[in-house]
């Protein structure tokens, strides 16, 4: 099985991007998806990312996506990689802006103003918002969690939980411990509280409309940055008081930096606005079953492109020694 695939980033949150509309590899079911993605995302063993983008045609949009997880399982949605589909499908269909199919809603995306300077920018809408536990699932008898504790993760913590439409809870701490986190992360999702599992953000204000969020990601562990963790902590640090609606506020990762309009009325709406940067195009040979590598060779490295993002991360990293 030949197929050429694209590595991208959102954030240094990194993906393998496959489209499922060209005519050599466009026979995928879900079990081929799952191998593909627990073998290239394989950082030892494979091509190494946080998950696979699938490209796919739709019905009731200009394009389809799926995200698949490491593990193999499938995320409701995700920010950064929404960016960089709606980047690749922009760009293939020559709009200025898609409207992309993703499992709970059809979203838009559209090239706009560079975050910095020669950056590639796409602003993504981040949707449906809940706050209702139900939505993550979280098992609680009430109608909104928020900034309350969760005594079987911390003695310390408080939490607030919502979806984006994926499952969300987040902390806002003085300092961001990052083995803390993983601890909280990994213990999270084998409560029974979440029985879909949930992702962890820790969040440090920094600044007027300027906060730093890591994050454990169901399924995959600490990541660079993750859209929807990102944007679920843009909207808490607008609930709890720490930044004012209806002004961007720049969201600083591991990875870089993002920006986040939040609005909470007349209804809940974020736009994740962010780098899309397309960083390897790549031919791949697998076996047929997609559990197995033969050959892979880079046939077109974007290092403008690297370079670009390169300085963004340096002034994502100068703000943080600050």
């Known amino acids: 099985m030949k197929l050429n695939i694209l590595k991208c980033h959102g954030s240094g949150n990194d993906f393998i991007l496959l489209d499922e509309t060209l005519e050599n590899q466009n026979q995928l079911d879900d079990a081929k998806r799952v191998n593909l993605t627990q073998t290239l995302c394989d950082r030892d063993t494979g091509i190494g990312a946080d998950g696979i983008l699938f490209y796919q045609s739709s019905t009731i949009a200009d394009c389809k996506m799926r995200m698949f997880n490491p593990d193999g399982g499938e995320a409701e949605m995700c920010g950064n990689g929404l960016r960089c589909i709606g980047r690749y499908g922009a760009e293939r ?27 590639k920018t796409f602003e993504a809408e981040i949707a449906p918002v809940s706050m209702q536990p139900a939505s993550l699932p979280m098992l609680v008898d009430s109608d909104a969690f928020s900034n309350q504790p969760i005594s079987s993760l911390s003695t310390e913590l408080t939490f607030t939980a919502l979806s984006v439409p994926n499952p969300h809870i987040v902390a806002v701490v003085d300092k961001v411990d990052e083995s803390m986190l993983k601890a909280c992360g990994k213990r ?27 994050t454990y990601e169901r399924g995959v562990g600490i990541t660079n940055a993750c859209g929807t963790a990102m944007s ?67 046939k077109n490295r974007r290092t403008e492109e690297i370079n670009a993002y390169s300085a963004l991360q340096m002034h994502a990293q100068s703000m943080l020694e600050k």
């Open 93 to 119: 269909l020559m709009k200025n802006l898609v409207t992309v199919e993703t499992m709970k809603a059809v979203l838009s995306v559209t090239q706009g103003e560079p975050v910095y300077p020669g950056i």
């Open 188 to 214: 999270a999702n084998h409560l029974p509280l979440f029985p879909n599992g949930v992702n962890v953000s820790f969040v440090r204000q920094l600044g007027a409309n300027q906060i730093f969020v890591m």
């Open 232 to 298: 679920a902590s843009a909207y808490v640090s607008v609930l709890l008081g720490l930044s004012e609606a209806d002004k961007s506020i720049a969201v600083y990762n591991k990875g870089g930096m993002v920006k986040c309009d939040i609005k909470t009325m007349p209804s809940e709406s974020i736009l994740l606005k962010g780098n899309a940067t397309f960083v390897d195009d790549m031919a791949i040979d697998m076996q047929d079953d997609g559990a197995k590598i033969l050959t892979q060779s880079t």
